[in-house]
């Protein structure tokens, strides 16, 4: 499917524009959104605090732009942070520009448009037509390869060492734009020898991605870039159509995305930057609080909202105190206006005492009337939830847990995945390997190694290669293995025969879930604990959602690999525990952070693995990490929160004893400002908890 970007004419969504509605998204904007919307032409930089309305500020520049000013929806390109952002918008967009020129709003993920671009041209991106797009899964069996095979392991090395340096350094050089022609490149600058270990590893791992037809995350945005940046008719193709471009959280791009946008944006210069430095928190996937004025470019126009529209202003209070300790041009400023109860600080003897308040907290919240599912848990790192999932599950509280593994990581996901892909590409060897056996087959090692060996040997599709196995000199197969590999090579066959034939994504899905086809739902829930069941039925569920939006099986599988777990819509009157980088763009009424202990946030590791970076260099990267991103971090987990927020901090983890974090007393939350530190710890200990009564209705010491 040949997507033509900007190929429709403005006048084939003029009729099913209603004007009214259109002037109408242009109303009721405060000053500094309305004068952000009707900006002229160039590059616009807006400074969008937590909660000012960045995404009504963003609808309301497409408002102008088409409505006001007459442009086509499909000169318009808007790159978000999360699919479900860019769903939203897309929603907000269908009342003012009618459904088709919602649609034609070219709207998604830097991943999501530079992989696009790659479909449309695949050899200047050095792939081919069909090529699949690998999880971190894959990466790290390609890469062990990489690793063993090429002698890039020192004696008395452990290899998995070696895949986990080069999995990181890989990543991140494609963040920070290194391609492999600038490794290879004669005369270069000599790196350090462990630079110069990984980089012959990215170039071999490279080389064998290139040879399978396949691309990691980081491709799709790096090859994009390449395709423009070495393809100079594609650069034109591509940034002639971009007549504006609007990047959300602009913060969160690396120095890759932001070169592709300003090529992207190249012909017209028409850049419409909208975020916030003070949630720039992704500084380990490349991301830096200058992109965004690196997106909007020198002499862009400069817009602040301030007029925070979602907590109150004691919430608010912590949160900007907090930033402001970072060295900064301009003084934070985010104000609502709406009064409320002062946030809950508790010391806690241990991490499970801390547990057993956060469930306590919880239980009553839920008992005056909150929604569960307006309740969050949120922690620096997932192993700090680990005493409150104990907790809820002991007081019988419905929840999930989000960040420690992305939804692409679960392994219902990987196995559909793959299955997709050998609809796509019957040769992909990583994809047969994963699901031969599931469901069970009673395909055994060696009945695999046969079928991966001869299929390599062959170059023929998997599906014929399992129906020849039984012919072949020195195989024995009982009657079992024959069985299983009929059926295996019918299902692959069926759903090879499916993808030719133009059938929807949803009916291919469908055929690998349902029982007259792979049957791989059956397989989860005979598989699956009652614990893991809910769970793994909402992913293949989500799933489903995904491919009816998305009937063109190969962009179905694209959005697949792509979701975010933030894109997975959250189960009614479930509480949700999650890390607080997964919880950024989110909200809730009700928010509780818990270990802001020394040992948690800042983060130990964060602090020591500080990267100074030089501004420009692919090899170095930008600076992040460290105290001030840290303390960006704390400022986007108190501004989830609505009406109230609890911060919690033990004074013991794994029976070591911890100190509160310096974080409590730089946002003004330290709950022992107003006593004998010694005192008052003595009695938290004592007691096994220590609350100050900073919410309206909260005693003290309880």
């Not at 520009?97 to 649609?103: D, H, I």
């Not at 979701?563 to 949700?576: P, T």
């Amino acid at each position: 499917m040949r997507e033509k970007p900007g190929s429709t004419p403005n006048h084939a969504v003029t009729h099913r524009t209603s004007r009214e509605a259109l002037a109408a998204a242009l109303e009721g904007l405060d000053e500094s959104q309305a004068a952000a919307a009707r900006a002229g032409d160039g590059g616009n930089l807006v400074r969008a605090g937590a909660g000012t309305g960045k995404t009504r500020t963003l609808v309301a520049r497409v408002a102008h732009l088409v409505g006001e000013r007459g442009e086509s929806p499909s000169g318009i390109v808007l790159a978000t942070f999360t699919n479900k952002a860019a769903s939203e918008i897309r929603n907000r967009l269908a009342p003012l520009l009618g459904e088709e020129g919602a649609r034609q709003v070219r709207m998604g993920t830097f991943h999501s448009l530079g992989a696009r671009l790659l479909r449309r041209h695949p050899h200047a991106g050095g792939l081919a037509r069909g090529f699949s797009v690998i999880d971190e899964d894959d990466v790290r069996r390609i890469l062990r390869d990489a690793v063993t095979q090429g002698g890039h392991v020192p004696a008395g090395t452990d290899p998995s060492e070696i895949v986990d340096a080069a999995s990181r350094q890989i990543r991140q050089w494609k963040s920070w734009g290194l391609r492999t022609g600038q490794v290879e490149q004669a005369g270069r600058d000599r790196r350090s020898d462990e630079a110069e270990r990984l980089a012959r590893v990215y170039v071999a791992y490279q080389h064998e991605l290139s040879r399978r037809n396949l691309a990691d995350f980081g491709d799709l945005v790096l090859s994009a870039l390449g395709a423009m940046l070495d393809d100079a008719e594609v650069a034109h193709q591509e940034s002639s159509a971009v007549r504006h471009l609007l990047v959300d959280e602009a913060q969160d791009a690396n120095p890759t995305q932001v070169r592709f946008a300003r090529e992207l944006s190249a012909a017209h210069r028409n850049v419409f930057a909208v975020g916030d430095e003070d949630q720039s928190v992704f500084s380990f996937q490349g991301g830096y609080p200058e992109a965004i004025g690196n997106l909007a470019g020198p002499g862009a126009r400069e817009f602040a909202l301030t007029a925070n529209r979602r907590c109150t202003d004691e919430i608010l209070a912590p949160a900007v105190g907090l930033v402001n300790l970072n060295k900064r041009r301009v003084r934070k400023v985010l104000r609502s206006g709406v009064p409320g109860g002062q946030p809950g600080v508790e010391v806690l003897a241990s991490e499970r005492a801390e547990g057993d308040k956060v469930a306590e907290r919880v239980a009553a919240l839920v008992a005056g009337g909150a929604e569960p599912s307006e309740i969050a848990v949120l922690a620096r790192s997932a192993f700090a939830l680990h005493a409150v999932e104990e907790a809820m599950i002991k007081a019988r509280i419905p929840y999930e847990v989000t960040g420690g593994q992305t939804f692409v990581d679960r392994e219902e996901v990987r196995d559909v995945t793959a299955y997709l892909r050998l609809a796509v590409d019957p040769h992909d060897a990583l994809a047969f390997e994963r699901v031969a056996n599931r469901p069970t087959r009673g395909i055994g090692p060696q009945a695999l190694e046969a079928l991966l060996s001869s299929q390599a040997r062959t170059g023929e599709p998997f599906h014929e290669t399992c129906a020849n196995l039984t012919s072949m000199a020195g195989v024995r197969l009982t009657g079992n293995h024959r069985e299983g590999l009929d059926s295996l090579a019918r299902a692959l066959q069926g759903l090879r025969e499916a993808y030719e034939g133009d059938v929807d994504a949803d009916a291919v899905v469908g055929m690998i879930l349902n029982p007259n086809g792979i049957g791989y739902l059956a397989f989860v829930e005979s598989q699956s604990k009652d614990k893991t069941r809910r769970r793994r039925l909402e992913s293949l569920a989500a799933m489903r959602r995904i491919a009816r939006e998305e009937p063109d099986v190969v962009m179905c599988l694209e959005r697949i690999v792509l979701s975010a777990e933030a894109d997975v819509a959250q189960g009614e009157g479930i509480v949700r525990l999650s890390t607080m980088h997964s919880a950024k763009g989110l909200e809730w009424d009700h928010v509780l952070c818990v270990g802001f202990d020394a040992g948690v946030i800042p983060s130990p590791r964060s602090l020591d693995g500080r990267h100074d970076g030089v501004p420009g260099d692919p090899w170095d990267g930008p600076a992040g990490g460290g105290i001030e991103e840290e303390r960006r971090l704390a400022h986007v987990a108190f501004t989830r929160a609505r009406k109230t927020l609890d911060v919690t901090a033990p004074l013991s983890r794994a029976g070591k004893p911890v100190k509160p974090s310096r974080f409590l007393a730089e946002s003004g939350l330290d709950p022992f400002a107003s006593m004998d530190p010694f005192e008052g710890r003595a009695k938290a200990m004592k007691k096994g908890s220590a609350g100050f009564g900073r919410r309206s209705g909260m005693r003290g010491a309880r």
